[in-house]
């Protein structure tokens, strides 16, 4: 009989691609990977991996196998969530993350509400950005993500997952005080053409979309700055560093220094929540959303 364990350990090595990355996503060692790995090519007498160089890929066999393993390993999910559903108590281990801004901005306060309503509740967060976040919860390592996508720029969400919508965030731009545009009710972008910016990291999904936004407006972006977080962002506009794009959520409490002019073309992100549609009854799930929303309504 195949061991589920076993066949969770070779689901994770498909999903992420080496040993090391498997027993990082199962909080084990690579021995115990290792290990799960042997023994369940020897419960089934034939090779699972082959060498590849300095790591290792999956046989044909192997390939096989793990397409069953998530199968089975959903199936187990969604008896597991329709069990939870049918004691209907929200108790056990729940995983989340959030982008930066959001996890500022959302999770003390419905993390605070959860605890306090459901002490059988264990929630473990961390900040991931929104494609880390999709990516966590399609390979099962989180439960759910807070993710964001921009007016102008939707994020795609794989299938097998859900989404509901939390709040939509409107952002202004952010200048020094004795900026040019400082005195202005409304601003546009392409006003910002001969200006240095302050960006997130290169590559992330946020980062992306400015870039993409500014050259919709004939604007060649000069990029001074990089900073994930929005606070550290506002302390380099403070310093006369150049401006950025501030969304609402998250960034209080504004720095000295700073003033902030909305876009004459509304500029917004939405912010929504995924899970995995086979863990969609759970009750954790489910009182998970609500106090996310509870936290959006009154941040908004």
């Known amino acids: 009989m195949l061991n589920l364990e076993r066949l969770r350990t070779l689901d994770a090595l498909a999903r992420h691609g080496s040993v090391s990355a498997a027993a990082d996503a199962l909080h084990v060692t690579t021995s ?40 089975i390993l959903s199936q187990v999910e969604l008896a597991e969530s329709d069990l939870e559903a049918h004691r209907g ?11 930066p801004t959001a996890a500022r901005g959302l999770f003390p306060v419905a993390l605070r509400a959860l605890r306090a309503e459901h002490p059988g509740l264990r929630v473990r967060s961390s900040e991931l950005e929104p494609e880390q976040g999709i990516a966590a919860v399609v390979r099962g390592d989180l439960d759910l993500a807070v993710v964001l996508d921009w007016y102008n720029k939707p994020m795609p969400v794989p299938d097998g997952l859900v989404k509901a919508p939390l709040l939509d965030d409107p952002a202004e ?29 290169e590559g992330e999904f946020c980062h992306e979309w400015l870039m993409f936004t500014l050259r919709s407006k004939g604007v060649e972006p000069i990029v ?5 977080e929005t606070h550290t962002q506002l302390q380099l506009v403070s310093a006369g560093l150049g401006v950025c794009i501030a969304p609402l959520l998250g960034r209080h409490p504004v720095p000295d220094g700073v003033i902030l002019v909305p ?25 998970a959303v609500e106090a996310l929303r509870e936290a959006a309504r009154k941040a908004d």
Do not use: C
């Not at 790995?37 to 196998?65: C, M």
């Not at 108590?89 to 982008?99: H, K």
């Open 32 to 71: 115990a990977v290792s290990q799960q790995l042997g023994k369940l090519e020897r419960e089934i007498n034939q090779r699972l991996l082959a060498k590849n160089g300095r790591g290792v890929r999956l046989t044909d066999a192997g390939r096989l196998l793990s397409e069953h393993a998530a199968r």
């Open 89 to 99: 108590q929200v108790v056990g281990e729940l995983r989340l993350s959030a982008f």
């Open 173 to 201: 731009v952010a200048m020094p005080a004795g900026h040019r545009l400082a005195g202005h009710a409304e601003v546009d972008l392409a006003e910002f053409a001969e200006d240095e910016w302050i960006t997130w990291g």
């Open 224 to 228: 001074g700055h990089r900073a994930g």
């Open 263 to 287: 876009l004459t073309q509304r500029v917004r992100r939405h912010v929504y929540v995924i899970w995995r549609a086979d863990a969609d009854r759970r009750p954790s799930i489910r009182a």
